[in-house]
């Protein structure tokens, strides 16, 4: 994981600075800064606070750093509480006391995240969970208003293989073991006296079984279990009497829909569903734990409300704006709640809700300087494959351009086990102001569509998975969006790796390449995937592949001296899940053949680039590599970028 700090070549600084490239866009739509995409946004995550007294959010302090901030509702004494000093702050949560704020952190993207605690008043932080080398992490449920003082966190101390849970003394910082891992859990619930009663097991074939106790001193016994051909569900939350699971699975359907199951008799009953997209979220009351709303993300998000008392309340909220909602947070009186709405051409708003006079009132929008320009709209698309499946996604054109003959950039999203989703997306806007048609194919294996869709991708890596962007590309062409000598293909994770199987597996497809932290050797990727994840494993071997000469076939390193597109990769040093070293290995391999390769490495980053000083920076270098390459426009690199730049460039 060591590797030497570099400069850049003088050719490539040239690059970055010369004049903006005029295409595709009008030159009279504006150009859009990177600093107001990809800077801090001004403010962002607001949640109000139990009591209703209080609004906290995210903004930068004054050395530009995501704190939390708080302010008296009704007033403008708005103060930062915390004081992160490197990373910024990405989540946070109201204690329910209204006193403190519970926010995680990590140390230079290593994703070992402790919970932190600061107190509103006198600005004290403490870690909650202060154990060198851990992972802590909090779920649904964890944390109770019943019990103001207690909160359940899950923590690889005892072995760094597996998250026990620890009852946490939120006035004390006291950490006891509450329930030990045996060595399967992927996952723990607690019911609604905060007691550890369900339990989600990988199997050793890629299943799932959810093992239940009646109480915290009965022995656990498996409740549900399905094979490794289900979706990737598991369990969502207890019914309010703790007698019931809520689960998420696709035994006896194709997509995940939410079952009730009684934990006594084990018997099921069908709560939502849809016959073609998955059960995503569920909205529940946090005090009374009922039911009240399931997600459904169709083209768009959508909502079932569960609940007939809250049908007003969405009715009023969706003639507030053409957006998708989502409630945020609410006080526990459950009057107010703090809203989102999220737009595909809009910045993300937040409102203030009042439930008993029927009417939203807007706080503040996340990135307000983008509320001048002329942003670009997303359409959803299906398309067939050659195989005949239908395929989803969608298409981002520029705004103010006629949409004919574009040079497009196929941006491929991360997981694989995931999904694009209709809203803003801040490399879509990036992309489509600097001239480009963006593309965002939800290939087989994607999560969302049911488990036909997503099992179609098992043992697909650069194959059928990668075909479903070249047909997908090949679809844009044929509408007459874009020119087919100027498509690059871009994306981070899963989407860096389909990235370099692009340019090494058809490398006349493609124009250029951007990968960000994908990995290039699907046998070491697996050796050195975090000791975490191996309740996991069996997920990987299942829909992955197993075997080291077939994981080989479909590894792009083996295939490097076949690149004849310029590359551009991004890394960090310290990535727990794709290890610098995947990267390393596929730089070396074009080196060895003489193939341009640009590199850039960021010590103190990990699995993508959190820091916006460092997001601005290698989107600075993709603007400069894409202009070239398709003829796009360009912002040149501010000073600071550059200076960056030839720090964490690799020559």
């Not at 923590?155 to 939120?170: A, G, I, Q």
């Not at 048609?437 to 059928?464: I, M, P």
């Not at 341009?596 to 980053?605: G, K, L």
Request: aromatic residues 10%; neutral net charge.
């Amino acid at each position: 994981m060591q590797q030497k700090l570099r400069l850049w070549s003088l050719a490539f600084l040239v690059l970055f600075l010369a004049p903006v490239v005029w295409a595709g866009n009008s030159p009279s739509t504006p150009l859009i800064p990177r600093q107001v995409l990809f800077g801090n946004p001004e403010r962002t995550s607001a949640r109000i606070s139990p009591d209703g007294s209080h609004l906290a959010y995210l903004a930068p302090d004054d050395k530009g750093v995501l704190n939390v901030w708080v302010r008296t509702i009704g007033k403008t004494d708005d103060q930062v509480v915390t004081a992160d000093k490197k990373r910024g702050i990405r989540f946070f949560l109201w204690q329910f006391d209204s006193q403190h704020v519970l926010y995680v952190q990590d140390r230079d993207g290593d994703e070992n995240f402790h919970v932190y605690q600061t107190n509103l008043k006198t600005k004290e932080t403490k870690d909650l969970t202060p154990f060198e080398g851990i992972q802590a992490q909090l779920g649904d449920g964890d944390y109770l208003p019943q019990f103001p003082d207690t909160m359940l966190v899950r923590m690889n101390v005892r072995d760094k293989r597996f998250h026990d849970v620890y009852r946490v003394d939120l006035k004390t910082g006291k950490a006891e073991l509450d329930t030990e891992n045996p060595g399967d859990v992927t996952s723990w619930t607690a019911d609604n006296n905060l007691q550890v009663r369900a339990a989600d097991v990988t199997t050793p074939d890629g299943g799932t079984s959810i093992r239940v106790r009646d109480t915290v001193k009965s022995p656990w016994r498996e409740l549900i279990k399905w094979g490794a051909d289900e979706s990737l569900g598991g369990t969502a939350a207890f019914s309010p009497d703790s007698k019931s699971l809520w689960v998420l699975t696709s035994v006896g359907g194709n997509t995940l829909r939410l079952m009730e199951v009684d934990i006594a008799s084990g018997k099921q009953k069908v709560v939502s569903e849809d016959p073609q997209y998955d059960a995503s979220e569920l909205l529940i009351n946090p005090k009374s734990h009922a039911l009240e709303g399931v997600e459904f993300v169709r083209a768009r998000s959508e909502w079932q409300v569960m609940d007939p008392a809250l049908k007003a309340d969405f009715d009023a909220l969706h003639k507030v704006r053409d957006a998708d909602i989502r409630v945020v947070s609410r006080d526990l009186a459950d009057q107010h709640w703090i809203v989102a709405y999220i737009s595909d051409n809009a910045p993300t708003y937040y409102y203030v809700y009042d439930r008993k006079a029927r009417k939203a009132e807007v706080i503040f929008s996340d990135r307000p300087k983008l509320e001048g320009y002329k942003l670009s709209s997303m359409k959803p698309i299906s398309f067939k494959a050659r195989d005949g499946m239908t395929i989803y996604g969608y298409l981002t054109l520029p705004a103010g351009a006629d949409g004919k003959n574009l040079p497009m950039v196929e941006f491929v999203h991360g997981g694989p086990w995931g999904r694009d989703v209709w809203g803003f997306n801040r490399y879509a806007q990036w992309l489509s102001n600097r001239g480009y048609a963006v593309l965002q194919v939800n290939f087989r294996a994607s999560t969302g569509y049911g488990k036909q869709y997503l099992n179609a991708g098992d043992r697909e890596w650069g194959a059928k998975m990668h075909t479903d962007l070249l047909d997908g590309k090949q679809w844009v062409i044929q509408q007459g969006y874009v020119d087919a000598k100027k498509v690059c293909i871009m994306g981070g994770s899963y989407g860096g790796y389909a990235t370099l199987a692009a340019v090494t597996f058809t490398p006349d497809e493609f124009a250029c390449g951007v990968d960000i932290v994908g990995p290039s050797n699907l046998n070491t990727l697996l050796k050195t995937i975090p000791p975490y994840w191996t309740t996991f494993r069996a997920v990987f071997d299942k829909r992955m592949g197993t075997g080291e000469d077939f994981l080989n076939s479909r590894s792009p390193l083996f295939k490097a001296d076949q690149i004849k597109v310029p590359l551009l990769i991004g890394q960090g040093k310290n990535d727990p899940r794709v290890n610098v070293a995947e990267s390393d290995q596929i730089v070396a391999a074009m080196k060895k053949h003489k193939l341009p390769v640009e590199y850039i490495v960021f010590p103190d980053e990990g699995h993508g680039f959190a820091r916006p000083q460092n997001n601005m920076a290698f989107n600075a270098a993709a603007e400069g590599f894409l202009a070239k390459t398709l003829g796009g426009r360009a912002e040149p690199p501010s000073a600071d970028e550059a200076k960056l730049l030839t720090e964490v460039t690799q020559k």
